[in-house]
C-alpha cells in the first residue's frame, strides 16, 4: 500500500481528508492506531468471505 491509499482509508474512516503533512500532526496517535486495527480487521474479513466463496464455488 502506498502514501495515496492510505490516506484514502484514513478519509473513508474518519471523514477527513489528510492530504497534507501539517494535517496528519494534528491526529492522536492511538486514533491513528484504531483505524489502522479496522483497517487490518476488514483485510482479515475480505480474505474470509474470498476463502468461504472459493469453498462454497467447488
Known amino acids: 500500500m ?3 491509499d492510505w490516506l484514502k482509508i484514513v478519509y473513508i474512516l474518519n ?6 503533512s501539517k494535517d496528519w500532526e494534528s491526529i492522536p496517535l492511538d486514533e491513528i492506531e484504531d483505524m489502522l486495527e479496522v483497517v487490518e480487521w476488514a483485510n ?3 480474505k474470509k468471505a474470498i ?6 464455488s467447488r
Open 2 to 4: 502506498n502514501h495515496k
Open 15 to 20: 471523514g477527513k481528508n489528510f492530504g497534507g
Open 44 to 46: 482479515k474479513q475480505e
Open 51 to 56: 476463502e468461504e466463496a472459493r469453498r462454497n
